[in-house]
């Protein structure tokens, strides 16, 4: 089941490219170009509001089985690409595939796990999605350097043997069944007024990190601390951290609680704030790799708080929900970026790691005072 989330995390797996695509589609403007990484996020908001309909009609099994195939035969369709507005429809049925797999691969563990067992293979699965993403980066940095843009699209074909072990190894999960009662409870109270909060912080926290990601290359290259190869490495390295920061997750919220979200926000923007300022590629570098540890630890976080903010029976809604937010964040990174460089009438990349890391400071701050002073009422869990 964990192998799934191999997966999930790909789709800026290749984002060490977005130099190269500026250069090969020329008529577009950067934020234009980074749409090609961040598309696939369009798609998975979408079909995640389907996915739940899909399962109830194919079965949650067939259904991740179904996205699985479906994100594999457009993930490596670029490959033959050379027209921009391909490229995005590629990218965008490349994240039908996610969406179909995206909340199920979450929700799915809370429905054959429960206490501490739930609350470590959430820290996991992230760690797997960071996992996969290292393994999709590295192999697409290479095929960048060695064979160019176009073949470094192939890392996509990992989806075809996930859905072969997902196949094999993984149980239909059982419906439970609603008593009339339970119906009627949930007619009254469908969601949790903090499923909203939960969502919008998410969202805004994705805009960061994808940012960072997206803009890590053209960051390198401008600042000349290093090359598009050496950037494409960060990238494929940095996932590493992130698979590190899923494994301790589970111990990190049995000793921090409710603590641990707002001080891995403010550390989170410590570390961007240390690559915006960055005068050597080694602290870029170690500054990326605390963004990428931290990123598992929130994201880990407010997905796990969906099994406390929702019943049993509105499971699959609620982390579907969460995760929309998360999608609009990281298809929104690139239009929210181009909007603060307008603002301050600058194409520097590195603008874009500071106003982030001031923006997650104030953000833990806030959390920080809510839950010493106000009583925990913005950071409730």
């Known amino acids: 089941m ?11 797996s290749v984002s ?18 980074e749409l090609i990484a961040t598309m696939p996020s369009l798609a998975v908001i979408i079909f995640l509001l389907l996915s739940g309909w899909i399962a109830k009609q194919l079965s949650p099994k067939k259904t991740v089985i179904l996205g699985l195939i479906i994100s594999g035969l457009f993930g490596i369709l670029p490959l033959i690409v050379t ?12 994240g039908v595939g996610l969406g179909l797999i995206n909340g199920l691969a979450v929700s799915l563990i809370g429905t054959f796990f429960a206490g501490d067992e739930k609350n470590i293979l ?4 992230s760690g797997f999605e960071m996992f ?24 996509y074909g990992l989806a075809f043997p996930v859905a072969i072990l997902f196949y094999l190894y993984v149980p239909e999960p059982t419906t439970p069944t609603s008593t009339p009662t339970a119906v009627k409870k949930e007619r009254r109270r469908r969601l949790n007024p903090d499923v909203l909060f939960w969502t919008i ?96 630890i929130v994201v880990s976080y407010i997905l796990n708080i969906a099994t406390e903010i929702s019943e049993p029976q509105n499971l699959n809604v609620v982390t579907s929900i969460l995760l929309i937010g998360s999608n609009c964040g990281i298809f929104l990174a690139p239009v929210a970026l181009g909007s603060v460089n307008n603002l301050f009438n600058t194409n520097s990349p590195g603008l874009s790691f500071l106003i982030s890391g001031i923006g997650l400071l104030l953000i833990g701050g806030i959390g920080i005072y809510d839950l010493r002073f106000i009583g925990h009422r913005i950071f409730r869990d």
């Open 2 to 12: 964990l192998s799934v989330s191999l997966v999930l995390a790909s789709s800026l």
């Open 201 to 296: 912080l998410l969202a805004v926290y994705q805009i960061t990190y994808v940012g960072a990601t997206v803009r890590l290359a053209e960051f390198i290259e401008d600042s000349k601390i290093g090359s598009v190869q050496q950037a494409a490495m960060i990238i494929s390295i940095a996932p590493f951290f992130g698979l590190m920061g899923g494994i301790i997750f589970g111990r990190a919220l049995q000793y921090l609680r409710k603590y641990l979200l707002p001080l891995a926000i403010i550390a989170s923007g410590v570390s961007q704030i240390i690559v915006s300022f960055a005068h050597s590629f080694f602290t870029a570098a170690f500054g990326m790799f605390l963004v990428t540890m931290l990123d598992t």
């Open 122 to 125: 959430m820290g996991i699965r």
């Open 16 to 33: 060490a490219a977005v130099p190269e695509w500026q250069r090969a589609f020329p008529g577009h403007s950067y934020a234009a170009i």
């Open 83 to 94: 027209n921009y507005y391909l490229m995005l429809l590629s990218r965008f049925g490349f």
């Open 132 to 155: 996969g993403d290292a393994v999709c980066a590295y192999i697409a940095g290479a095929l960048l350097v060695d064979y160019g843009w176009h073949s470094s699209f192939l890392v």
